[in-house]
T-cell receptor, first 117, second 112 residues
Framework: DAGVIQSPRHEVTEMGQEVTLRCKPI?????LFWYRQTMMRGLELLIY????????DSGMPEDRFSAKMPNASFSTLKIQPSEPRDSAVYFC???????????????FGDGTRLSIL | SQQGEEDPQALSIQEGENATMNCSYK?????LQWYRQNSGRGLVHLIL?????REKHSGRLRVTLDTSKKSSSLLITASRAADTASYFC????????????FGTGTRLTVIP
């Protein structure tokens, strides 16, 4: 089975440019998560979706960031305009929907390493 | 913040030794999970322990949970060079939301 697929793996662009990160979750998973990882701040949850609906976007840094999930098999995270402080590794993860008190493991993609010059 | 903290931040051991990492968290939980992250890769789920469990085993991994102290430990026995990675604990929200709160991680180096 294919895992979570992210593209591109690496992105280098100049500040001010629009950046779009893509994610294909594992088929059948109802929840999708976007994270950002930096040395300084560790792993931060940006936003997550249940059944394609955004549930919590309180981690989105500012209005320059937006995320969409038009269908169950695709999500995008967009930064416009990008700034050097957005440089980080961005991860997408998916999981089955949590049932009752049962936790569900999250399955991570290998991330997009983003560098804004 | 509900984010957990791992201790130590970094750990270096010889191959064959045991490695113990600790995690502390702040609020009540339903479950606690441990993940591994190899350099340049995404996190990989290792083990989940529920709040009504005290200990769980999976291969060379042993996880304990003390909800009264809001802490957990991950023990890797007979470590191998391939165990070199960062290890994170993650707690869920007792409210029933589906998101996890990840700790700051322990960087484990196993020297061959």
């Amino acid at each position: 089975d294919a895992g979570v697929i992210q593209s591109p793996r690496h992105e280098v662009t100049e500040m001010g440019q629009e950046v779009t990160l893509r994610c294909k979750p594992i088929s059948g998973h109802n929840s999708l998560f976007w994270y950002r990882q930096t040395m300084m701040r560790g792993l931060e949850l940006l936003i997550y979706f249940n059944n394609n609906v955004p549930i919590d976007d309180s981690g989105m840094p500012e209005d320059r960031f937006s995320a969409k999930m038009p269908n169950a098999s695709f999500s995008t995270l967009k930064i416009q305009p990008s700034e050097p402080r957005d440089s980080a590794v961005y991860f997408c993860a998916s999981s089955p929907t949590r049932g009752g008190t049962g936790g569900q493991p999250q399955h991570f993609g290998d991330g997009t390493r983003l560098s804004i010059l | 913040s509900q984010q957990g903290e791992e201790d130590p931040q970094a750990l270096s051991i010889q191959e064959g030794e045991n490695a113990t990492m600790n995690c502390s968290y702040k609020t009540s939980i339903n479950n606690l999970q441990w993940y591994r992250q190899n350099s340049g890769r995404g996190l990989v789920h290792l083990i989940l322990i529920r709040s009504n469990e005290r200990e769980k085993h999976s291969g060379r991994l042993r996880v304990t949970l003390d909800t009264s102290k809001k802490s957990s430990s991950l023990l890797i026995t007979a470590s191998r060079a391939a165990d070199t990675a960062s290890y994170f604990c993650a707690t869920d929200a007792e409210t029933g939301a589906n998101n996890l709160f990840f700790g700051t991680g322990t960087r484990l180096t196993v020297i061959p």
